[in-house]
Nanobody, 125 residues
Framework: QVQLVESGGGLVQAGGSLRLSCTASGRAFRSYAMGWFRQAPGKEREFVAT????????YYADSVKGRFTISRDNAKNTVCLQMNSLKPEDTAVYYCAADLYGRRNGAIPREYEYWGQGTQVTVSS
């Protein structure tokens, strides 16, 4: 069983920055692919970013490319999402997810076996 706990959400003005963190339980964290997804009210959950376990390669949704950065610290079982130049359309609940099979560039929610509880990000205009 893997537990994921997100933190770092909040309210920020457009153009501002936030840093989300997700801490995972489990000694096999370094072998997981980790992803961030988000879900706005009335919309489906959408892919944001993912980081591979073997070489830390990353993959981003076009909507956040160049503004968001995903990173991981295997020693701390933590994955982070640095969000810069935030826009009102980035407002959503952000979820951390773990893919125990370590798939590369996973952008589909069903590829992830474990999910955090979510953290709210609100960007005001």
């Amino acid at each position: 069983q893997v537990q994921l706990v997100e933190s770092g959400g909040g309210l920020v003005q457009a153009g501002g920055s936030l840093r989300l963190s997700c801490t995972a339980s489990g000694r096999a964290f370094r072998s997981y692919a980790m992803g961030w997804f988000r879900q706005a009210p009335g919309k489906e959950r959408e892919f944001v970013a993912t980081i591979n376990w073997s070489d830390d390669s990353t993959y981003y949704a076009d909507s956040v490319k160049g503004r968001f950065t995903i990173s991981r610290d295997n020693a701390k079982n933590t994955v982070c999402l640095q969000m810069n130049s935030l826009k009102p359309e980035d407002t959503a609940v952000y979820y951390c997810a773990a893919d125990l099979y370590g798939r590369r560039n996973g952008a589909i929610p069903r590829e992830y076996e474990y999910w955090g509880q979510g953290t709210q990000v609100t960007v005001s205009s």
